[in-house]
């Protein structure tokens, strides 16, 4: 069940959540279909849904976390802030990244030494 899933949210809806981003890009509709719809996507505790149809994605703010800032890009273009204000329209192809701010700059990942105790 959950790799159907993930074929139909990260394939379909083209989601892809990487450690310090979240990008929506190329998505595609199933076949046989004229809309898919994802409602209540969650990126630290911001919640927004994605809508596909045959000629656009739109991207629509439900519930915004002011303790988990986020700025939104499209296309490498900053649009600006999550807001709850914020619906952001693009063609299929578009790649809408939404980036934390301040998100663990201080964390840096130290090498793996075998044998050695911490």
Same mark, same amino acid.
């Given at each position: !069940?959950?790799? &159907?899933?993930?074929?139909?949210?990260?394939?379909?809806?083209?989601?892809?959540?990487?450690?310090?981003?979240?990008?929506?890009?190329?998505? &595609?509709?199933?076949?046989? *279909?004229?809309?898919?719809?994802?409602?209540? @996507?969650?990126?630290?505790?911001? @919640?927004?849904?994605?809508?596909?149809?045959? &000629?656009?994605?739109?991207?629509? %703010?439900?519930? %915004?976390?002011? *303790?988990?800032?986020?700025?939104?890009?499209?296309?490498?273009?900053?649009?600006?802030?999550?807001?709850?204000?914020?619906?952001?329209?693009?063609?299929?192809?578009?790649?809408?990244?939404?980036? !934390? %701010?301040?998100?663990?700059?201080?964390?840096?990942?130290?090498?793996? @030494?075998?044998?050695?105790?911490?």
């Amino acid at each position: !069940a959950g790799g &159907f899933l993930q074929s139909v949210i990260n394939g379909y809806g083209g989601i892809r959540l990487n450690f310090d981003h979240l990008m929506i890009s190329k998505v &595609f509709l199933p076949r046989g *279909t004229s809309k898919l719809e994802f409602n209540g @996507i969650t990126y630290l505790n911001n @919640i927004f849904s994605l809508k596909i149809t045959k &000629f656009e994605k739109v991207l629509r %703010v439900k519930k %915004v976390d002011l *303790t988990h800032p986020v700025v939104v890009t499209l296309n490498d273009e900053i649009v600006g802030s999550l807001s709850e204000e914020l619906v952001l329209t693009t063609s299929h192809d578009d790649r809408i990244i939404l980036k !934390a %701010v301040n998100l663990i700059e201080n964390c840096v990942m130290k090498e793996t @030494i075998v044998g050695q105790r911490i």
